[in-house]
Structures are given as C-alpha cells and as structure tokens.
C-alpha cells in the first residue's frame, strides 16, 4: 500500500519538474518548486527520514518560496526568451539521464540490510549511541556529537552565504533612493489574516522552540528549528509590515544570532580543547561523560538554530529593503 | 458491536470527505471563472478536512494522536479559509471583478467580437 503510494508520489513529482521546466511564467515556477519541495518532503517521510523531511518542508516549502518571490518582486516574473537551438543542452541532460538510469541497475533493493550503506558506520553508530550519548533519535547524536565537524561546517556555509548575499543586496543603487512609505505597510488594511496570522504566530514560534529543544527525543533540531521560527517571523513581517518586523527583531540582533551561533558552536569545541579533550568532544563537559555529551549538543544546536533563523531573516530583510528602494 | 458502528462511521465520513475533496478538485478545473473556481476549492479546506479529520479521529479513539489531529484540523481549519479569502481579495485589489454575467475571465473566451 505505502509503495504504490510511493510510486504516486513520485510520478507526481516527475510532473512537476516538467511543468517547472516548461512553464514561461517564473512566479508560477516559484509555486511549483514549493510544490516540488512538499511532495519532497513526504517522498523523505516514507522512507522514514523525519529529520530530512522537516527540513525540506520548513526550508523548501517555506522559506525558499519566500525569498523567490522577493526576487520576483526585484527583477520580472517572465522568462526571457531565448534564441538559437539547444541541441548541447538536450544532449547534455540525454546522456546524464542515460547514465543515472544505468547507474541505478547496480544500486541495491530499497531497505536492504545488506546493502554496503548500512555495513559501513551505521551499526557502530546504532551500537554506541545508548552508551556514549544516551539519547533516543540517533540522527541528533551523529550530527551532533559523532559528526560535529560536518555540521560545524555546514554551519560556516550557512554564515558565509548569508554574508555574500547582505553584501551583493546591501550595494545602494547609483541613484539617491527613496524608501517608499506605503510599501512597508504590510496588509494592515486586510483584517481576516490579521488577526488569524497574530493568532498563529505565537504558536509558530513556540512549535519551533519545541522542534529546538526536543530534537534530542524526536525528529528536529537546530536547522529545522531556525527555519520554522524564521518563517513565523517573515509571516509577521508580511502581515504587520517589515518596519514593524525590524522593530520587533532589530537586523543588529540578526546579525549578532548569524555571528554569535556560529561562534557558540566553535566555542563549545574550544571549550572541550581547554577542559582537556579534543576539539568538539563534549564529554569533558561534565563530570559525567555521557551528560557532558548531551549538554554539549544542545548547546551547539542552540547554536545552529541562531545561526539558520538570523541567517534566513537577514536574506529576507535585505530583499525587502530592496523592494522599498526605487 | 460498538466498535463496528465506530468503525463504520468513521469510514463513511471519511468516504464522504473524500467525495469533498474530488467535487473541490472537479470543481476546481471546470468551472468557468476565477471566483467560482475558489468557490470549489475552498470545500477542500472545510468540508473535506473536517470529515476526514473526524473519521481519523475515530479511528484513533481516545488516544494522543486524537489530540494531535485535532489540533492539526483546528490549524487547518483556520489558515485554509484564509488563504482563500486573502486570495479572493488579492484578485479583487488587482482588478478582477466579479461578475456573475461574465462566463470566463480568460480574455481570449470573453472577446465580444
């Protein structure tokens, strides 16, 4: 039953990436790749990666959209058209599909014990969770405490795209620039999602304190955590106007998350180096070494979450701060 | 015998949300103009989640999951008409006006010549 629904889910997705591809309008492809991206997610829900999904919802679904459609508003929402033939193209994407289809005769059956994934770290990693870190989703434990390096990696990425994209928005145009007053307003004239979004808003954020905190026990954590609050954020901006999201959350305090998240994360590992153990092993932490894992990775998930939700909002504010600029 | 009529209550709003969602989805693509078409798919996000989130419910008795989606039918059923109407606004504010004498709001279909 979950296959052949599997099977529809994927068809589905296949006949949204043509559309993608074929459509003229780009607001109508922005629609479709959020699409894309929720049909992604429950694709990564069957095949039981909770973590994975939420993350493509929050992210994919969500934010990405968001910022899409900022674009949009800056640049034009047709495609430009284009001359010439595209037989390099064709050939291109012919012979990579081609590839992939036989790339796939070797690729073993779908949840097969044996295949080479699941023989090389993964049993050391199931075996030694419950004695070394004690918690119950394993995920957490690898990217936190087995893989931290990766994550404080991905983290930098994360912190570094946000600084490339506030310096190629924060360049003022040539020309002495107004900011336009009624655009900031949001939809304060709009009643209804007024007050259904100041409804929802509280429990957005609270949803993503809880996917925060509780990522140790249940899918979630600090990437997931950061986007969900983000996207309640940008829904008051929307609503209540950006001046009033800015005051709300001031762009020092965004940056200050972005910076100070990712140097939380780096500190922790200092931390470890000073109370003498390596670099990024927490369980000099405590006394206790277990415990001293688990503080350990809820600290630098606190981390992670300031840096993806200052990051996500900063993007945002600097395309809206675009659009008010003439 | 109680849990039979349970169990047959459920299926029966769960068929009938079902039959919710298709007459939101026919609706959706064949009726003429903007309005009407909105008009179609908010059964969706009403009747259709109501029905299928009571017969889920059921299903589940008197358990967390219950609780659960219930709240999710409570989230849905609040942003779901929503996003119609800041949908149905949003055409108004653009200039799309409703007119029941209209039969499509494609240009090309209402070209009087």
Redesign the interface.
């Given at each position: 039953m979950i296959f052949i629904f599997a099977v529809f889910l994927l068809t589905l997705l296949v006949i949204t990436a043509i559309a993608i591809v074929r459509t003229e309008d780009l607001f109508v492809a922005v629609m479709l790749t959020s699409i894309f991206s929720l049909l992604m997610a429950a694709n990564f829900f069957i095949l039981d990666a909770a973590d994975v999904a939420l993350t493509e919802a929050a992210v994919g679904a969500g934010v990405t959209t968001v910022i899409f459609l900022c674009a949009l508003a800056l640049t034009g929402d047709r495609e430009k058209p284009r001359q010439g033939s595209r037989w390099i193209t064709f050939s291109t994407v012919g012979v990579l599909a081609l590839l992939i289809i036989y790339a796939t005769f070797d690729k073993p059956r779908l949840g097969d014990p044996d295949a080479p994934v699941h023989q090389h770290v993964a049993p050391w990693y199931l075996e030694k969770t419950p004695e070394y870190i004690d918690i119950p989703n394993v995920v957490t434990a690898i990217l936190g405490s087995f893989r931290g390096y990766d994550t404080l990696g991905e983290v930098f990425v994360v912190f570094a795209a946000c600084i490339g994209v506030l310096f190629i928005l924060g360049v003022r145009p040539p020309r002495k620039a107004v900011a336009l007053s009624d655009k900031s307003k949001g939809l304060r004239h709009h009643l209804i999602p007024q007050v259904v979004g100041r409804l929802l808003i509280p429990f957005i954020v609270l949803f993503g304190l809880y996917v925060q905190f509780h990522g140790e026990y249940g899918p979630g954590g600090g990437f997931q955590a950061g986007a969900i609050i983000a996207t309640g954020i940008i829904l008051y901006a929307l609503l209540e106007g950006e001046a009033n999201a800015l005051r709300a959350v001031p762009r020092k305090v965004l940056l200050g998350m972005v910076v100070g998240g990712a140097m939380l994360y780096g500190a922790v590992g200092v931390v470890c180096m000073l109370m003498g153990g390596a670099f990024l092993d927490y369980s000099v932490l405590a006394s206790d070494p277990v415990f001293g894992q688990q503080l350990g990775i809820l600290i630098i998930e606190a981390g992670v979450g300031m840096a993806v939700c200052g990051a996500l909002l900063s993007i945002f504010h600097a395309f809206a701060a675009r659009e008010g600029l003439s | 015998m109680i849990d039979l009529l349970l169990d047959i209550l459920s299926w029966l709003l769960l068929v009938l949300g079902g039959v919710c969602v298709l007459i939101g989805g026919i609706g959706g693509l064949r009726l003429p103009n903007f309005y009407t078409r909105i008009h179609a798919a908010s059964l969706t996000d009403t009747m259709g989640t109501i029905l299928i989130f009571v017969g889920m419910m059921l299903q589940a008795g008197l358990s967390l999951a219950a609780l659960k989606l219930f709240a999710i039918m409570l989230?849905l059923l609040?942003?779901g008409p929503?996003a119609t109407?800041?949908l149905a606004?949003a055409a108004l504010l653009s200039g799309l006006k409703p007119d029941a004498g209209i039969a499509s709001d494609d240009p090309q279909e209402n070209d009087p010549e």
């Open positions: - | 989230f609040l942003t929503t109407y800041a606004n």
